[in-house]
């Protein structure tokens, strides 16, 4: 469903003044780092206090060595978080190939009150809602757990739709599915199903997801409403012959056709 963004949320874009910082900025070595580091410091403060006052000033060393792992985790995890944010278009650019100047694009219309937000409830979070799609004029973006957001160009996209045939642990799963240029430029990886190739984008998050297909069908829609040339069904024929885009004979050779280049 359509909503807004939390205010928690909000805050975040305006303090990094960038979408793709703030979702950037979630989870993270860094930040994994930094919450352990928080964890020692709160059994190691007791201790060392402890140590203080049952072994007096001696005690100060063997305090210090409960707390000393915590702090060394913050402040590491902190060097590593502002390493992240300070490459975070970097990041983006190597796994999009878009130039600065486009991924700059990418977040003026990401913050335009016209981009769409699409999400729903979770499953396990007790009716907590969220974001997970954002869809502009001219890009897609999905929130990508730890690693930040997966962002295209909605022209570089050639397939988009909701399958409930992927591979998975213990058998399929459903999601959303994306096919762009970047990913048919990629090797294709085996269907442990099939034995064929496939590659493609899936988010993390719809796997929490309640209503993964109305969620998924909403997001299609305002996809093909700005590109009406994405494909929005898993099986096509093109020239007699039927594909399944997510078992493939030769991943790369087979989208060439279906492409006609």
């Known amino acids: 469903m359509k909503m807004e963004m939390t205010r928690g949320m909000q ?3 305006a303090k990094h003044g960038s979408v793709l910082k703030a979702f950037r900025a979630q989870g993270g070595g860094g930040a994994g780092l930094m919450a352990g580091g928080i964890v020692l ?3 190691g403060v007791p201790l060392g206090l402890l140590c ?9 060393l063997v305090g210090a060595v409960f707390m000393a792992p915590g702090l060394l985790l913050i402040l590491w995890g902190g060097a590593l978080r502002k390493k992240r944010l300070a490459n975070y278009l970097e990041f983006y650019g190597k796994d999009t190939g878009y130039s600065e100047e486009e991924l700059r694009q990418a977040d003026r219309e990401l913050m335009s009150p016209d981009a769409v937000k699409i999400g729903g409830k979770m499953d396990n979070s007790g009716g907590k809602t969220g974001i997970i799609f954002m869809i502009t004029e001219h890009y ?3 929130i990508w757990p730890v690693y930040g957001a997966h962002l295209r160009k909605l022209d570089d996209i050639v ?3 909701h399958s409930a045939q992927i591979p998975g642990i213990g058998g399929y799963r459903q999601n959303l599915f994306v096919i762009s240029r970047q990913e048919i430029g990629k090797k294709g990886v085996e269907n442990p199903f099939t034995k064929k190739e496939y590659e493609g984008f899936e988010c993390g998050m719809m796997s929490e997801q309640r209503h993964c297909q109305q969620t998924c069908a909403e997001a299609i829609e305002e996809m093909i409403r700005r590109a009406p040339h994405i494909i929005t069904n898993q099986n096509i024929a093109v020239d007699g012959v039927t594909y399944n885009l997510l ?3 030769n991943w790369q050779e087979d989208w060439r056709r279906i492409l006609g280049e």
């Open 247 to 249: 078992s493939m004979n």
């Open 41 to 43: 410091l709160v059994f």
């Open 11 to 13: 805050k975040s874009i």
């Open 52 to 60: 203080l006052l049952t072994l007096g000033s001696s005690g100060l």
């Open 159 to 161: 397939a988009a739709f």
């Open 140 to 142: 897609f973006l999905s």
